[in-house]
């Protein structure tokens, strides 16, 4: 694995969590900023040169980075240099792509992988519901918070799903996009209600 997302809104958690990840991985830390494109182009100016010595680069909030810079920063991570590992952290995965998202392993900030075992049986009984058994669990879901954790914990699911699938990858793969679609409209003040209906009609 050559990128790791470390999710968590206590930033002492964070930093333990990335601070033991650079000790287990034995790599050299190199933080960097990553919030326009022109960031995006001055880091990869920089993976290309030959770096011989196991480097981390720490990319910090990078869900305070432009829709434009992440999209960019895709091929980062799509073409890694063979000493490069990218450590990101994010407050949540509200605003980052799924496309980001599966080339991570993603890590909670309390140092637990995904999720914990109640979230993922609730998430697993909704994936099995049938659709109108879907839209009648999310009628029941008013709280922005509680939207925004739901669709969140779905990508968490359907992540880890990912990574172990043998195929079925690209259902899973567009559920995951149409989550992150959700989360992002949630955070801009999206009609929670509709924006889950939505959801749960794009899904595949």
Known sequence: MHAYLVVGNNQKEVESLV????????????????????DVRELGSFTKLSIKKSTAILIRDINN????????????LEE?????????????????????????????????KGLDKEDEEKIVSFIKNNEIEKLQ??????????????VENFILFSHSSLVKAKNNHLS?????????????????????????????????
């Open 19 to 38: 601070d033991n990840l650079i000790k287990k991985l034995k790599v050299k830390p190199l933080e960097y900023p990553l919030i326009k494109i022109k």
């Open 65 to 76: 980075a432009s829709m434009e810079a992440l999209n960019a920063f895709l091929k980062n």
């Open 80 to 112: 890694p240099q063979e000493s490069i590992t990218y450590i990101l952290t994010a407050s949540s995965i509200q605003n980052l792509p799924a496309t980001i998202i599966s080339r991570c392993q993603i890590l909670k900030a309390q140092g637990k």
């Open 137 to 150: 669990t999310i009628s029941k879901i008013w709280g922005r918070n509680d939207a925004t954790d739901f």
């Open 172 to 204: 899973l793969a567009k559920n995951m996009e149409n989550a992150s679609k959700t989360l992002r409209n949630l955070k801009a003040n999206g009609n929670i209600q509709l924006q889950l209906t939505n959801f749960v009609l794009g899904l595949v």
